[in-house]
């Protein structure tokens, strides 16, 4: 037992190691900061295409969130982290960490999305047209409104993985969360910073947690 706590709950160390793991929880929230809105504006903007009635053009939209979705983030991570300065394309860690986290998370905005939409009946725009407003109009002010509010959980849920998903950018050498703590446990030769970084990542999204299953809750009633 006082192995284990030495090992993984040392006090003394996690102390030590807490300035670095507090800049690297720095980095992480940015992340955050920035992937989310930008997979939320993607992904509304990809869904939306979906409703061209052009059928080449459907089917091409639809392959595209089916492959980003298909493809591992770690695998697009390091493709275009690594794979692009073949073709001359060099990106500095955060900026391909950020490319990739947009490709991945539009698609599965996509279809989160495309999914709230299509569970709005189409009468609600036949009534919305009928009452002067053009497509684009009926669509902001009667559909996506409506299209949000029932999928909402899923939207948090998927920003909550995108959350935890941050920890893949160690593997640019982006001092995020984990990379800060991987750092202290390699200089320490003790765990006890992953624990610490553990912990952060529960403080940070707990409330999270609680939230959407509250939302849950209030739509299955």
């Given at each position: 037992m006082?192995?284990?706590?030495?090992n993984?709950?040392?006090?003394?160390?996690m102390?030590?190691?807490?300035?670095?793991?507090?800049?690297?929880?720095?980095?992480?929230?940015?992340l955050?900061?920035?992937?989310?809105p930008?997979?939320?504006?993607?992904?509304?903007?990809?869904?939306?295409?979906?409703n061209?009635?052009?059928?080449?053009?459907y089917?091409?939209v639809?392959?595209?969130?089916?492959?980003?979705?298909?493809?591992?983030?770690?695998?697009?991570?390091?493709f275009?982290?690594?794979?692009?300065?073949?073709?001359?394309?060099?990106?500095?860690?955060?900026?391909?960490?950020?490319?990739?986290?947009?490709?991945?998370?539009?698609?599965?905005?996509?279809?989160?999305?495309?999914?709230?939409?299509?569970?709005?009946?189409?009468?609600q725009?036949h009534?919305?047209?009928?009452?002067?407003?053009?497509?684009?109009?009926?669509?902001?002010?009667?559909?996506?409104p409506?299209?949000?509010?029932?999928v909402?959980?899923?939207?948090l849920s998927?920003s909550?993985?995108?959350?935890?998903?941050?920890?893949?950018?160690?593997?640019?050498?982006?001092q995020?969360?984990?990379?800060?703590?991987?750092?202290?446990?390699?200089?320490?030769y003790?765990?006890?910073?992953?624990?610490?970084?553990a912990?952060?990542?529960?403080?940070?999204l707990?409330?999270?947690?609680?939230?959407?299953?509250?939302?849950e809750?209030?739509?299955g009633?």
């Amino acid at each position: 037992m006082e192995s284990l706590i030495e090992n993984f709950f040392n006090i003394n160390i996690m102390t030590e190691a807490f300035p670095l793991l507090l800049r690297g929880l720095r980095t992480t929230i940015l992340l955050c900061v920035i992937v989310i809105p930008l997979g939320l504006i993607g992904g509304l903007f990809v869904a939306l295409l979906t409703n061209i009635k052009i059928k080449i053009f459907y089917y091409f939209v639809i392959s595209a969130i089916d492959f980003f979705r298909a493809v591992p983030p770690l695998v697009l991570l390091i493709f275009i982290y690594s794979g692009l300065p073949f073709a001359g394309i060099e990106l500095s860690p955060l900026v391909a960490v950020c490319l990739s986290f947009f490709l991945n998370n539009s698609a599965y905005y996509a279809e989160i999305f495309r999914a709230g939409i299509e569970s709005i009946g189409t009468g609600q725009m036949h009534a919305a047209r009928s009452t002067g407003l053009n497509h684009i109009k009926s669509m902001i002010y009667i559909i996506l409104p409506q299209s949000i509010r029932n999928v909402l959980p899923d939207l948090l849920s998927n920003s909550l993985e995108v959350a935890k998903l941050t920890s893949i950018a160690s593997v640019v050498a982006l001092q995020e969360l984990l990379y800060s703590a991987d750092m202290a446990r390699s200089i320490s030769y003790n765990s006890s910073p992953i624990v610490l970084a553990a912990g952060m990542y529960l403080i940070m999204l707990w409330p999270v947690v609680r939230i959407l299953s509250r939302l849950e809750h209030r739509v299955g009633r």
